[in-house]
């Protein structure tokens, strides 16, 4: 049975805050940066919807998809584009708007503009025009992600956002080999078609002891979020078909500073622990893959390793 948590007081709410927030200044000849929601409608904020409904135009990176949104909200404001690919000259024709007094809006798809999402020329150019920017925070991915996986705590809350991941294998095993040695945790954006062969290579470069977390169709109706062993991430993949499906943050845990712990060797010299950590290898990589992947992780012969894992690759 689902709880109806409106009472009769929430309109009186909603107008008494919102009586605040237009009380608030909006100054003119302004970039006005609004974070949107990256699934659920709800969580645009109040000081967005007034941010957008007051702008003389939104800059988005899509129109159509940012209509659907202004649509569901009642917003009538008109929308221009401003894309990876016209960012030069949409920057250029923002500024010229803000020179007659205008209010602007940039928006992208989903979340922050220009975090991993065009928006960043745009801004830069306001600022050397000498326009105010005005930051309205709101909705990320990221933040999100951290928030339902505990990874960064207050004793340890460093994290490096890298972005997309790169779509070629080697330059993927390139780029996490440039991260994963550093002391934070690694957080990154994957696509659905790729994250099988996304996470072979960053088995390959981190090892499968090191801890991996999924954020999947975040603030969505089939949201997920896991956390495992590297070793255990391709068949987590191949559990549910519908895990090749959705938008990934992918965070890779921080290595122990002291490298692999005292209590991870130890399980990596048990047989039965190796045995389930090739067995779980194979499933996704070559016997030479796998004895190069386990040798790493836990000290052993690459040698012993290979006859082992032969001696357990299907027939």
């Not at 200044?25 to 967005?48: E, F, K, M």
């Not at 909705?139 to 999100?144: D, E, L, Q, Y």
């Not at 993949?237 to 499906?245: A, L, S, T, V």
Request: charge should be neutral; hydrophobic fraction near 45%; aromatic fraction near 6%.
């Amino acid at each position: 049975m689902t709880e109806n948590v409106l009472s009769e007081d929430v309109p009186e709410a909603w107008a008494r805050v919102g009586s605040r927030v237009d009380a608030q200044s909006w100054p003119s000849h302004a970039l006005y940066v609004v974070a949107t929601p990256i699934g659920n409608l709800g969580d645009l904020t109040l000081r967005a919807w007034q941010a957008l409904s007051r702008a003389d135009i939104i800059a988005a990176e899509d129109t159509r998809a940012t209509r659907t949104l202004l649509d569901a909200w009642g917003i009538a404001t008109p929308l221009m584009s401003a894309h990876r690919h016209n960012e030069v000259s949409a920057a250029q024709a923002i500024v010229e708007r803000l020179r007659t007094g205008q209010r602007v809006a940039l928006v992208s798809d989903a979340g922050a503009p220009a975090v991993s999402d065009p928006g960043g020329r745009v801004v830069q150019s306001v600022h050397e025009a000498g326009f105010k920017v005005v930051p309205l925070p709101g909705p990320s991915a990221v933040i999100t992600a951290l928030m339902a996986t505990g990874v960064t705590t207050d004793a340890m809350p460093g994290f490096l956002f890298a972005g997309f991941a790169p779509t070629k294998s080697m330059a993927r095993q390139r780029w996490f080999k440039q991260f994963s040695g550093l002391p934070a945790a690694m957080i990154y954006y994957e696509a659905p078609h790729r994250i099988a062969s996304s996470l072979q290579d960053l088995l390959s470069v981190a090892g499968p002891l090191r801890k991996v977390s999924f954020a999947r169709e975040l603030t969505k109706r089939f949201e997920e979020v896991a956390t495992m062993p590297l070793a255990q991430a391709p068949l987590w993949i191949k559990g549910d078909p519908h895990r090749e499906q959705g938008e990934y943050v992918v965070i890779l845990h921080a290595q122990d500073r002291d490298g692999v712990s005292d209590e991870s060797v130890d399980q990596a010299t048990n047989t039965a622990s190796v045995d389930s950590w090739l067995d779980a290898l194979l499933e996704t990589v070559s016997v030479r893959d796998a004895a190069r992947i386990a040798a790493r992780a836990t000290g052993l012969s690459r040698d012993l390793l290979y006859a082992r894992a032969l001696s357990r690759k299907p027939k």
